[in-house]
């Protein structure tokens, strides 16, 4: 049972435009989302979170929306660089002091120049 | 500031066997969680220790198996290896949430490629 969805496998963008990755949830316990990036040979390095008290959160390029009535989120990129070039994991947790993280199953991210 | 460090970085062990990992939590964390990331697959939440103790754990059958140690680095311990286990093991570290604060990021290790042949 995925609880956390990413349905697009890969996404291709230009350089310079928006990069929208997409996710989908299903467990209503879940009350905080993080995004994390992943470069070959490395572990998540994360990105930005949001709780589910907000339905936005902006950090620099990185802003991640979340829609709780369709229990969906995005991770919007503007403007898209070279180095965004990763596998980018949705994640979420249920209930205050539960660090434990139910992550999708990715999305790869090329952005071509 | 260190960061999440793990080892080994690769590793190849026979069906049966069993493997012990290790890794080094980020300074002032006192969380560690491990995942299991399999090809193709989003990590996997193995289980959690918080102070030494159990504080979580995924949908993983007893032979894979936890510690914690004072400095609040940890191992993870898998008996009976299966050709399943082959995957990404990955160590989490973060700063469980007290009073108002939900606690830290888990900061990740580069994590441990584990083979079963």
């Known amino acids: 049972d995925q609880q956390v969805k990413q349905n697009s496998p890969s996404l291709s963008v230009q350089e310079g435009r928006i990069s929208i990755l997409n996710c989908d949830y299903t467990n209503s316990m879940f009350d905080y989302f993080l995004w994390y990036k992943k470069y070959p040979a490395e572990g998540p390095t994360f990105l930005i979170s949001?709780?589910?008290?907000?339905d936005k959160n902006e950090d620099g390029r990185f802003t991640v929306f979340l829609n709780k009535s369709a229990k969906h989120l995005s991770l919007h990129i503007v403007p898209s660089q070279p180095g965004d070039s990763a596998v980018y994991f949705c994640a979420a947790s249920a209930g205050f002091g539960n660090e434990k993280l139910t992550f999708g199953t990715g999305t790869r991210l090329t952005i071509i120049p | 500031e260190t960061g999440v460090t793990q080892s080994p970085t690769h590793l190849i062990k026979t069906r049966g066997q069993q493997v012990t990992l290790r890794c080094s939590s980020q300074?002032?964390?006192?969380?560690v969680s491990w995942y299991q990331q399999a090809l193709g697959q989003g990590p996997q939440f193995i289980f959690q220790y918080y102070r030494e103790e159990e504080n979580g754990r995924g949908n993983f059958p007893p032979r894979f198996s936890g510690l914690q140690f004072p400095n609040y680095s940890s191992e993870l311990n898998v008996n009976a290896l299966e050709l399943d286990d082959s995957a990404l093991y990955l160590c989490?570290?973060?700063?469980?949430?007290?009073?108002?604060?939900?606690?830290?990021?888990?900061?990740f290790g580069q994590g441990t490629r584990l083979t079963v042949v």
């Open positions: 300074s002032g964390h006192n969380t």
């Open positions: 949001i709780s589910s008290i907000k």
């Open positions: 989490a570290s973060s700063s469980l949430g007290q009073g108002a604060g939900r606690g830290t990021e888990a900061f």
